[in-house]
Nanobody, 124 residues
Framework: QVQPVESGGGLVQAGGSLRLSCAASERTFSSYVMGWFRQAPGKEREFVSAITWIGGRTVYAASVKGRFTISRDNAKNTVNLQMNDLKPEDTAVYYC?????????????????WGQGTQVTVSS
C-alpha cells in the first residue's frame, strides 16, 4: 500500500521560501502520479501541483505557477515542492497524494492515497 508522508512545513514570513517533501514506501510508487493539494481554514481543498514519475510532466494551479516548483527523485521515491515568494494566502495544510494512473490530474477525487498533511503558515 502506498502511504505518502509529508515533511518540511513550518512558519515563514511573506516573501520567504519553504521546501516540502513527500516520501512513499511502496515500490510501485514509480508508476504513479504525485500531487500536492492544500486546504486553508474554512476553505475547500484545492489543487496545487502534480508530476508524473515517468517523464516528469508537471501541472500547476494558476495561483502558484511561477512561484512553486514540483520535482521528483526516482531513486529516493520522493517528490518535492519548492515554494518561493510565499504569500499569506498560501497558508494551509498541504497534502501529498498518489494517483494510481499515469495521467496528470488536478481533481482530488482521482487520487487514491493521501498523506496526513503538513502545516504551512506564512506571516505578513
Amino acid at each position: 500500500q502506498v502511504q505518502p508522508v509529508e515533511s518540511g512545513g513550518g512558519l515563514v514570513q511573506a516573501g520567504g521560501s519553504l521546501r516540502l517533501s513527500c516520501a512513499a514506501s511502496e515500490r510501485t510508487f514509480s508508476s504513479y502520479v504525485m500531487g500536492w493539494f492544500r486546504q486553508a481554514p474554512g476553505k475547500e481543498r484545492e489543487f496545487v501541483s502534480a508530476i508524473t514519475w515517468i517523464g516528469g510532466r508537471t501541472v500547476y494551479a494558476a495561483s502558484v505557477k511561477g512561484r512553486f516548483t514540483i520535482s521528483r527523485d526516482n531513486a529516493k521515491n520522493t517528490v518535492n515542492l519548492q515554494m518561493n515568494d510565499l504569500k499569506p494566502e498560501d497558508t494551509a495544510v498541504y497534502y501529498c497524494a498518489a494517483r494510481a494512473r499515469p495521467t496528470l490530474s488536478d481533481v482530488g477525487g482521482q487520487y487514491d492515497y493521501w498523506g496526513q498533511g503538513t502545516q504551512v503558515t506564512v506571516s505578513s
